[in-house]
């Protein structure tokens, strides 16, 4: 069952193309959980199997990162964080980029873009510490480069391998649930307490 939904992602990237591999990522920068690490590696594939240009694939990635991480940092800039205050799994994330962006200042930015944990909500307190847009810009730009070369490289990697891969692929996504519902308890069990 998992590889034939693995199987309709890839055609659905294939369908989409640039555009929607433009427009999952933005979802993901304004804070949808759409998850970088699953859609830039399919587009990995389609490259591999001659289907996308890498570069393509690569800038589609980046400028749907700086679209969504725009309306993020407004976001951050016109409503600051109270309504996520409500909303346990963005309060802990958003908690962690505050204290990463004072400890690091505005290259936490930089840094936000490559650590998974908060890459996705650093722009809120960017926004909210009022940080200078073009700044913000540069860094977000220069942050979300190598995390999609990255991923689309390890897309690349994966397709070259997709038959010994395809035949792990349900244990695979067992082992990955279950460690998302953990993760899920955890943070529901530290946000009772």
């Given amino acids: 069952m998992i590889k034939v939904l693995v199987e309709l992602l890839i055609s659905i990237i294939r369908y989409g193309s640039y ?3 433009f427009l999952l990522m933005t979802l993901e920068s304004a804070l949808i959980p759409i998850p970088s690490e699953v859609v830039m590696p399919f587009a990995g594939f389609l490259v591999q199997a001659g289907e996308m240009n890498y570069w393509l ?3 589609s990635g980046v ?4 679209v969504g ?3 993020t940092y407004f976001i951050g800039l016109k409503v600051g964080w109270k309504p996520f205050r409500k909303i346990p799994l963005l309060r ?4 962690h980029a505050e204290n990463f962006m004072s400890r690091y200042g505005n290259w936490a930015i930089l840094l936000g873009r490559i650590t998974p944990a908060i890459r996705t909500v650093i722009s809120l307190p960017a926004g909210m510490s009022e940080m200078r847009l073009t700044e913000f810009v540069a860094l977000t730009v220069l942050g979300s480069v190598p995390w999609n070369i990255a991923l689309v490289y390890s897309g690349v990697i994966l397709g070259e391998h997709w038959e010994i891969i395809s035949e792990y692929i349900d244990v695979a996504a067992i082992l990955i649930l279950a460690a998302f519902l953990a993760y899920l308890i955890v943070l529901f069990k530290k946000d009772e307490n």
Avoid: M, Y
Wanted: charged letters at 10%.
């Fill in 19 to 21: 555009f929607l591999v």
């Fill in 57 to 59: 694939a690569v800038t």
């Fill in 63 to 66: 400028i749907g990162n700086l």
């Fill in 69 to 71: 991480s725009l309306i």
């Fill in 92 to 95: 802990t994330k958003v908690e």
